[in-house]
T-cell receptor, first 115, second 113 residues
Framework: AQSVTQPDIHITVSEGASLELRCNYS??????LFWYVQSPGQGLQLLLK??????LVQGIKGFEAEFKRSQSSFNLRKPSVHWSDAAEYFC?????????????FGTGTRLKVLA | DTGVSQNPRHKITKRGQNVTFRCDPI?????LYWYRQTLGQGPEFLTY????????KSRLLSDRFSAERPKGSFSTLEIQRTEQGDSAMYLC???????????FGQGTRLTVV
């Protein structure tokens, strides 16, 4: 069955430091992959997506992610974190082409940024 | 393009009451999704529409839950005989089949007291 794992529940970084949030997925074929960000009490905003092609994708707010098929990973990175990046980040996979068109989300990583 | 709109943003209801939420997707989007999110968890899939057809329902969607999308435009999610366990954020998303990414609304926060 398809699944998404975000192994880090909480991450704390200092402002200006680099960031990497981990995401691993389970799916038999090459999936569509996404990262979303959610501020408290708000909906989800799409940061970036991977469909095919270049495995390093750029997103909004200075984020990027790299798809590694051999590791079934899609880690999110940012070279220099800003205080406004504090939020919850969700990795997602889907929609699938066989049997289901839903998106599956990880449990999220809550990012705290220290001044 | 005003994005996905959900109403109300917040709803407090007494246990046993019925509630209905509305979602207005991005106008040209033919796919519409409902998700539920509880504190500290990722969104969990509830149901999916392509145009007006409800094509998939999660086992999470008990018989107290019903969703409709008349004429393939807005959608409603109704919960009958609410229970405290129904307290959650209910998220709606829409997408174009050919593009793949889903755009989410701000959600409806339900509190059952």
């Amino acid at each position: 069955a398809q699944s998404v794992t975000q192994p880090d529940i909480h991450i704390t970084v200092s402002e200006g430091a680099s960031l990497e949030l981990r995401c691993n997925y389970s799916y038999g074929a090459t999936p569509y992959l996404f990262w979303y960000v959610q501020s408290p009490g708000q909906g989800l905003q799409l940061l970036l997506k991977y469909f095919s092609g270049d495995t390093l994708v750029q997103g909004i707010k200075g984020f990027e992610a790299e798809f590694k098929r051999s590791q079934s990973s899609f880690n999110l990175r940012k070279p220099s974190v800003h205080w406004s990046d504090a939020a919850e980040y969700f990795c997602a996979v889907g929609p699938f082409t066989s049997g289901t068109y839903k998106y599956i989300f990880g449990t999220g990583t809550r990012l705290k940024v220290l001044a | 393009d005003t994005g996905v709109s959900q109403n109300p943003r917040h709803k407090i209801t007494k246990r046993g009451q019925n509630v209905t939420f509305r979602c207005d997707p991005i106008s040209e989007h033919n796919r519409l999704y409902w998700y539920r999110q509880t504190l500290g968890q990722g969104p969990e899939f509830l149901t999916y529409f392509q145009n007006e057809a409800q094509l998939e329902k999660s086992r999470l969607l008990s018989d107290r839950f019903s969703a409709e999308r008349p004429k393939g435009s807005f959608s409603t999610l109704e919960i009958q005989r609410t229970e405290q366990g129904d307290s959650a954020m209910y998220l709606c998303a829409s997408s174009l089949a050919r593009q793949g990414e889903a755009f989410f609304g701000q959600g409806t926060r339900l509190t059952v007291v």
